[in-house]
């Protein structure tokens, strides 16, 4: 009995000892422990208000366990309560197993101070380390928790880096973990619920895969995230307001933590984000509105490596400016980055699809224009194989309209590296009149209506930049500000096959069909025309201005044509104002370009109001004008009474009537003009005198008179003649002097005046032509003698000079041949006293045997060879040797000085004594001394010997 009674003593007396031990021992044992570990692990100070722990059901309960800054004494984390309810069995088999743990209000305080530092900086460093230095590493023991519980947590973010201090608190509704333990492959589940106070909420379900290595993989799911919630913690950084916008995301993730090596892998995502807007600071101005866009793909966050399956977004809204700099407003939103810090954060990406539709982009420009605006809706942008990766080759569709007014669409292929851009571009139906504002930086000029449309395809690449297009323009009208009268039309501008090429830095247009064209010249009582001060001028930055012609793309235009053009030239600089249209305005210009050896060459014609005919012909250096220009200019038909402003301006007189045909032709070399100005008037009447700007021509009545005909038509030639590089140029006071000079000249050397009265041209009546090394009169010759020398009776005050002469070149090889044939003859059995006497065989066979004579076998048998050689048929080869010998044979003959002056001397005396035959006094006619002419003519050309007209004193 004793023994049962000391037993059941001991029995009581060890549960007593151990509930004072379970319920009053280790409590506070326990609660100092903690808190050494606490601080010792977390470097901040810690509390606890109770530990308590039942020893019969192993449940150990802390009560309002609290962290604190050891610096600033804040509060950083708290619990209000944790429970652990342990199951003893499992420590005899030397594992823990918690059969629950419940953690009830926990809270988390995160601050950032003014500094830009956080109050957790220090939270977690990491001091265990042994006495070497290395990093100890400790042997987790088998741990159960069948079931841990979060309730009723948050958490409070307070900023105080920004001019403002931004607060958020977040709400951890409920967070378990079910089954965990260290042991591997064990199976547990992880939930988490979290809202924002916006009404943003975070739900996680996943699993803890082990321990060591740390292995966590699951789904997170975020509804109704608010950005302009977040925005808070970097406005200040930034130039813009997120002032709405929400993002829906779903996240699978997959977590790996061994050691120092983590692995962060995004099996999949999907991002959506919705009505969001970006306002500027200040202005409140919209800068991005995005009313859908959803982003799926994967992510390798540890290797930096991002391939996105799609990106897709709607009306998406965006806007751009350039200020004055050329500076983008997008620029100065976000902070700058070094070239460095860029390249150090390279990521590798991929993007599979990308879609956009309905886009719309608003650009105001100050840069390129005076307010300039360009808007680009309905934009569609489709893009597939977008990567970051070399030798990636992406492929993408785009089009848009501009100002709605025209289409653009492209179909491109890119290359990443070497970069290589292909794309096909179609522009349809692009209203001019909206790039106004980028014309009034640079010129004067109002566009009243205009439509282009642009066929294009382009490559760019390193090794390559080329594009080949077609560009037309429809109705377009420009005129000067403030005036409804357009001075340009056309109703269609047609580039074809527009070429360029970096390696040739050229490019190159084969046609510009040009209809309907319109230009309005106008000249003000200034003088100015309507084009004076129409561009502006650009001022430069010397240090950034490049005038190397190396750098400079240089164009070719093959042809342009030109169809039913107008040209209306109205002058108010004089006293009556002069209005003159050139209608029906057509013609082609062949090679237009800005090199230096370009020749251009024209040909158009056009009728003058109406019944008068304007016709151009020439070339030029259209890149140097003053090097090379040869121009022609017919007029026909035209009416004189028109004129009236230009006779009143220049002569005194208005005209009363008459017909005018000119033939205007300009020739320029090195700035050296020359011109002859042929002039054809008919039937002119002058009207009544007035009061003229310049010196009125006294002689003009006589003048015109004098020069007219029976027929009543003046013929007449004003050449003119200076340097284009005198500031002193200008043609219509040359005209005028040139015509003052002719008039005179009418008075005191009347050759022209004869010349017209006979009905011979007035070169003719100067020359007498005569045959290559021959001094007989040829009958057309006699004719022209024979009617200089009736007016010469009959104008007794008349001399006649006369100048035998002589051409070194043709007449010397003409006898030469003379020579030639008299050898021929000379040899001839027969004697005959012409050549064309002589049977051809057989003068063949003389010129042959006089060529071997003069040379050898050898050199006529080459000769001949070459003759036989060539693809003509036998009469003509048989002509050509023939012409060969003769000219070979020719150029072995000697002549001397005084026979070339013989001739010229017989040529002289034919002249003198034929127009003695006709009547005219010897003393009248005077025999000059015999001169040399150059010719520029064929072979076959007849020699001049000059007549000079002269006064009797």
Known sequence: MFKKMLFTFFILSALLFYSLIGFYILPPLAKKQLIQSIEKVLNQKASIDSVSFNPFTFTLSIHRLSLSDDKTQKLLAGIEDIEVDIDPFYLLLKEIKIASVTILKPSLFIRKNKEGELNLSDLLRINGKDQDGETQKTELANIVIEKFVITEGKIDITDDSGEKTVFQSLTLSRASLNDFTTIKKSKNELQLFMQADDGSDLEYTGRIGSVEPLQIEGEIELHGIKMHTYWKYVQDSLGFVVTKGAIDASVAHKFTFSGEKTQLDINKYKIELTNLLLEEKGTKERLLDIPLLVLKGSADITNANYPIKSVDAEAVFLKLRQNGKGEINWASYFPKQNAQESESSAIAWDIETLKIKDAKVDFEDEFNAKSGHVALDDIQLYAEGLSSKKQSVAKSTLSFRVNKTGKIETKSTIRHTPLKIETALKMNGLELLTFQAYLDKYADI????????????????????????????????????????????????????????????????????????????????????????????????????????????????????????????????????????????????????????????????????????????????????????????????????????????????????????????????????????????????????????????????????????????????????????????????????????????????????????????????????????????????????????????????????????????????????????????????????????????????????????????????????????????????????????????????????????????????????????????????????????????????????????????
Do not use: C, W
Request: charge should be neutral; charged fraction near 30%.
């Open 446 to 953: 109002k566009i009243n209506s205009g439509v282009a449309n642009l066929d294009l395809k382009a490559v760019i690449a390193d090794e390559n930049r080329s594009f080949l297009a077609n560009a037309q323009i429809d109705r377009l009208s420009l005129s000067r500000p403030h005036e409804k009268s357009a001075f340009l039309t056309f109703t269609r501008l047609l580039a074809k096959n527009i070429d360029y090429s970096a390696d040739s830095e050229q490019v190159k247009i084969s046609r510009l069909d040009l209809v309907s064209p319109y230009l309005g010249i106008d000249i003000d009582a200034d003088e100015k025309t309507n084009f004076s001060g129409i561009m502006h001028v650009q001022s430069r930055d010397p240090a950034k201005t490049n005038t190397s012609d190396d750098e400079s793309i240089e164009f070719l235009i093959d042809k342009i044509m030109l169809k039913d053009g107008e040209v209306a030239f109205t002058d108010r600089s004089l006293k009556v104002p002069f209005k003159s249209n050139i209608n029906a305005f057509n013609g082609s210009i062949i090679a237009v370009g800005s090199q230096s050896d370009v020749k251009s060459v024209l040909n158009l014609e056009g009728t003058i109001n109406k019944y008068a005919l304007a016709k151009i012909k020439g070339s030029l250096l259209p890149a140097q004008p003053k090097a090379f220009t040869e121009m022609d200019l017919e007029l026909k038909n035209i009416n004189m009474s028109n004129l009236s402003s230009y006779s009143s301006h220049f002569i005194g007189y208005t005209l009363k009537k008459g017909k005018l045909n000119a033939d205007l032709s300009y020739r320029v070399n090195n700035a050296q003009m020359k011109s002859s100005n042929k002039i054809v008037l008919k039937n002119l009447e002058l009207g009544k005198k007035v009061q003229s700007n310049t010196e009125v021509l006294s002689s003009i009545e006589l003048a015109l008179s004098l020069l007219k005909d029976s027929q009543g038509v003046i013929d007449i030639d004003v050449p003119i003649s200076g340097d284009l590089n005198s500031p002193d140029f200008a043609i219509a006071p040359l005209v005028l002097k040139a015509f003052k000079n002719l008039t005179v000249g009418i008075a005191t050397a009347p050759f022209r005046f004869i010349g017209s009265i006979v009905g011979i041209d007035a070169q003719k009546l100067e020359n007498i032509y005569f045959e290559a090394g021959k001094a007989e009169l040829l009958p057309p010759e006699r004719e022209i003698l024979e009617a200089l020398s009736g007016v010469l009776i009959e104008k007794k005050s008349l001399l006649l000079s006369i100048s035998g002469a002589y051409n070194e070149a043709h007449d010397g090889m003409q006898m030469r041949k003379n020579k030639v044939y008299a050898e021929v003859l000379r040899r001839f059995k027969d004697e005959k006293t012409d050549i064309t006497q002589i049977q051809r065989d057989e003068l063949d066979k003389l010129l042959k045997d006089l060529y071997i004579e003069y040379f050898d076998e050898e050199k006529y048998a080459r000769e001949k060879k070459s003759v036989e050689a060539k693809k003509l048929d036998e009469q003509t080869k048989r002509e050509m040797l023939h012409t060969q010998i003769i000219e070979t044979l020719a150029k072995e003959q000697g002549l001397k000085q005084t026979e070339l002056e013989t001739l010229a001397q017989e040529r002289g005396e034919s002249i003198l004594n034929y127009l003695r035959s006709k009547g005219v006094e010897a003393g009248r006619l005077k025999l000059l001394k015999t001169t040399k002419t150059e010719l520029f003519a064929p072979k076959n050309a007849y020699i001049p010997s000059r007549l000079t007209l002269g006064v009797k004193k």
